[in-house]
């Protein structure tokens, strides 16, 4: 559904833990996220490059943006390796990068050949960053993202 410039589908992501840990009763959604941009990130726990590249990424974002009204939310994708890429990695992965945002799990649905966020968002792995503007629209889905030039993007817009 989604490709750079096209409107963010709604997530449907339906188990989350929240930025303290908590498990929510009720899945995150994108307004939830504020009303500016947003940055999702999808992973994977067994991820070299995730863990590597990905969350380090992830954390220079977030300190940068964050307090600027940028919207956050990480996404596991379990797209294989169901038995090492489990719910209960949520809060490992927030709690090592210091990141207090709404962690999703998102397995295959039955019957689907993806998860959600995958089908819904069309990214082919992970480290996966995408952008949506405060208008909405996906404006950058891809595997790596320049940190710092997003954070200087932002701060002038």
């Known amino acids: 559904m989604a490709a750079p410039e096209q409107s963010a589908p709604e ?9 303290d840990g908590t498990k929510l009763d009720t ?8 009303q500016g941009p947003k940055i999702l990130f999808a992973f994977q726990h067994w991820c070299r490059g995730c863990h590597l ?27 294989e390796g169901e038995h090492e ?27 689907a050949r993806l998860p959600t966020f995958m089908e819904d968002y069309r990214t082919r792995g992970t480290p996966w960053f995408s952008v949506i503007d405060a208008e909405g629209a996906v404006v950058y889905s ?8 997003l954070v200087a993007h932002l701060e002038r817009a």
Not at 27 to 34: A, D, E, F, M, Y
Not at 87 to 105: C, D, I, S, T
Not at 142 to 149: E, G, H, L, N, S
């Open 11 to 19: 997530l449907r992501v339906s188990q989350w833990i929240g930025g």
């Open 53 to 79: 590249h990905g969350f380090p990424t992830l954390q220079r974002l977030h300190t940068g943006l964050a307090p600027k009204g940028v919207g956050f939310a990480v996404i596991q994708t379990v797209f």
């Open 27 to 34: 899945p995150v959604t994108l307004s939830q996220l504020g």
């Open 142 to 149: 891809d595997f790596q993202i320049d940190a710092d030039k």
């Open 85 to 111: 890429n489990t719910f209960e990695k949520l809060r490992a992965n927030q709690l090592q990068y210091e990141l207090p945002v709404a962690f999703g799990h998102d397995p295959i649905p039955p019957g």
